[in-house]
């Protein structure tokens, strides 16, 4: 079936680190989100990237359409950037949005 | 420009009553859908309106319905509450349909509990 993949499940770092997050989805996307969710649950936009390279500030993102991933970095962690990191892909054989299973990051002080 | 609105933030319900939760969406987004999200299953679809009409509708039951107003807003129900109903429900906005190369934004959820 249609799959949104994320790794890792997991990611523990030092603040100060560099980190890469990746999305693989199963078919050809033409919309493709970037979130954050803090720890009360709000949903935060980092990035809406179907295909491309966007940065904002120390994150930034690639979208490989005709590889299907994406990849979420992160340079210098805060420990703000604490959190679960979701991507959600539309994919025309389903009509809605699939969402990753996240990849939960703790930044240790 | 105000966000996405959810209301309530919390709620605690009893099995087998009924519960109503409302967004109201990022002024002129036309474009309303609904997720739940459970620690066991993530984020799922429940259903997505544009001008007042359900455009797509996810995998869950019957008990799980939804409507949405003139100006946008929208309201979802629960009937027969059950203990599984417990999750935080996230509401979307976006200015146009899912898919349609249009970024969606989200309110803060509400978090349900059944008791």
């Known amino acids: 079936g249609i799959q949104v993949e994320q790794s890792p499940p997991d990611l523990i770092l030092q603040e100060g680190a560099n980190s890469t997050l990746r999305c693989n989805f199963s078919?050809?996307?033409?919309?493709l989100q970037w979130f954050h969710q803090n720890p009360w649950g709000q949903l935060i936009n980092l990035f809406y990237?179907?295909?491309?390279?966007k940065q904002n500030g120390r994150l930034s993102a690639t979208t490989v359409a005709t590889e299907r991933y994406s990849l979420l970095y992160i340079s210098s962690s805060q420990t703000t950037d604490s959190g679960v990191y979701f991507c959600?892909?539309?994919?025309?054989?389903?009509?809605?949005?699939?969402w990753g299973a996240g990849t939960k990051l703790i930044i240790k002080p | 420009k105000a966000g996405v609105t959810q209301t309530p933030r919390y709620l605690i319900k009893t099995r087998g009553q009924q519960v109503t939760l409302s967004c109201s969406p990022i002024?002129?987004?036309?474009?309303v859908s609904w997720y739940q999200q459970t620690p066991g299953q993530g984020l799922q679809f429940l259903f997505e309106?544009?001008?007042?009409?359900?455009?797509n509708k996810g995998n869950f039951p019957g008990r799980f319905s939804g409507r949405q107003f003139s100006n946008s807003r929208s309201e979802m129900n629960v009937s027969t509450l059950e203990l599984g109903d417990s999750a935080l429900y996230l509401c979307?906005?976006?200015?146009?349909?899912?898919?349609?190369?249009?970024?969606?934004?989200f309110g803060q959820g509400t978090r349900l509990t059944v008791v």
């Open positions: 979307a906005s976006s200015w146009g349909l899912t898919g349609g190369r249009t970024e969606a934004f």
């Open positions: 002024s002129g987004h036309r474009s």
């Open positions: 309106y544009f001008s007042e009409t359900q455009r």
């Open positions: 078919d050809s996307v033409n919309n």
């Open positions: 990237i179907p295909s491309g390279t």
């Open positions: 959600a892909a539309f994919m025309d054989s389903n009509y809605q949005l699939i």
